[in-house]
Each structure stands twice: as C-alpha cells, then as structure tokens.
C-alpha cells in the first residue's frame, strides 16, 4: 500500500529536548516537504527537498533541521524546542506534477 | 515571493452547488491543486491544473485561468460528508498552500 508514515502520531515535551519526528514514504518519490498546521494559518511550510542530499528552506525554517540521506527518509529535527513550536505537522511526498500525500500528522506540545 | 489568498469560510446547503475561488501571486508557475482535509485528518489530494480550463472528476471540478492567476473548486450536489476545510496550492520549485476555506454545509 502507498503510503507516508510518521511517527510519533502525539508528542509532549519540555523546553530545550531536542526531538526527532520520522517521516518515511514507500512511493519511490523524489520530493518530500514538511509542514506546520496551526489554526488560521493554514499549512506552511518548513522544509521541502527535491531529492537525496538536496534540501531547502520553506517560508518558516527557524528552529527546525531536516536531512535526505536516503530517498525513503526525511526527518524533521528540533534541536531546542520551543513553545512557540507546538503544532501539527504534517510530512507529505509526491512528484511535482501530481498529487502529494500525506502523512497522518504529529501533533506536538512544548511545555 | 508567492502567496495564495482563499476565502476562509462558505456556507452552502446540502445538495446545492458551491464555489471556492482562489487567487495567487508567483513569479515563477508551474501548477495549482486543490486538497481537502477533514477535522483531524490529513489533506488529501483533489485536482490538479496544469493548463487553462476545467477539469472535472465526479462531483468536484476544478478550472484555472493562468492570465488571471485565479483558479476554483466547484462542488456539485453537496453531501453534509463535504464539510470540510478546502485548501488550494500552488507549484513553482516547491508546493505552497493558501490558508484553507471552511466549508460549512446545512441541511
């Protein structure tokens, strides 16, 4: 089955904790893109790359790291959480002419 | 830069037809999709336009005017499974969405 999975589906940490989420597609897709949802702001994009080793910054990158080092994987890296980085993110793949799927999101809180 | 402006609320009755307008600014073009998500899900893809026109697949349709840089969703025999928040994106070298349209439908 296609399919972008992530993990962990909820998360809870403090200020400072550096967290992993793990995002991994099973589409043979080249591009890959990270994205916050918060309400009213629709989803905006952290992170996006067009393929292995090739990564770029989004419209809000502060304070997040990705890597492609396989084509499959692209993680997303919060080195020092913050707060005002609690919400959901979403992990989605696809080829640029067609369609993206979606990951079924990671809802994040930072205390 | 680019940025995509969509109404943030419509309401429609079951049944009827609605129309989600979509407007965008890019220098560079490529495409625009539109992706639906319900309350705790993720988006999930709709249409694409690649070209001027319309197209359709089942209830749903999408046109795209390049000349313009506006594009619409039209939903045709509104069930109350459509209530749902509409977002439309935009391609150039990345994939961009606009902030989401909340569908409201009454019976």
């Known amino acids: 089955e296609a399919q972008v999975t992530q993990n962990p589906r909820y998360l809870i940490t403090v200020t400072g904790k550096k967290l992993t989420v793990t995002c991994s597609q099973n589409?043979?897709?080249?591009?890959m893109s990270w994205y916050r949802q918060d309400p009213g702001l629709g989803l905006r994009q952290i992170y996006y790359?067009?393929?292995?080793?090739?990564?770029d910054k989004g419209d809000v990158p502060e304070g997040y790291k990705v890597s492609r080092k396989e084509k499959r994987n692209f993680p997303l890296i919060l080195e020092s959480p913050s707060p005002n980085q609690t919400s959901l993110y979403f992990c989605?793949?696809?080829?640029?002419?067609?369609?993206?799927?979606f990951g079924s999101g990671t809802q994040l809180s930072v205390l | 830069g680019q940025s995509l402006e969509q109404p943030s609320e419509v309401t429609a009755v079951e049944g009827a037809i609605v129309q989600i307008n979509c407007t965008y600014q890019t220098s560079g073009f490529y495409g625009l999709s539109w992706y639906q998500q319900h309350d705790g899900g993720a988006p999930t893809f709709l249409s694409y336009n690649a070209l001027d026109g319309l197209e359709e697949t089942g209830r749903f349709s999408s046109f795209l005017s390049r000349s313009d840089s506006y594009g619409y969703l039209l939903l045709q025999e509104l069930q109350m499974k459509d209530s749902a928040s509409y977002f439309c994106a935009l391609r150039d070298d990345k994939i961009i969405f606009g902030k989401g349209t909340r569908l409201h439908i009454l019976p």
């Open positions: 589409m043979n897709h080249e591009y």
């Open positions: 790359s067009m393929n292995v080793e090739v990564t």
């Open positions: 989605a793949s696809g080829e640029m002419d067609e369609k993206l799927f």
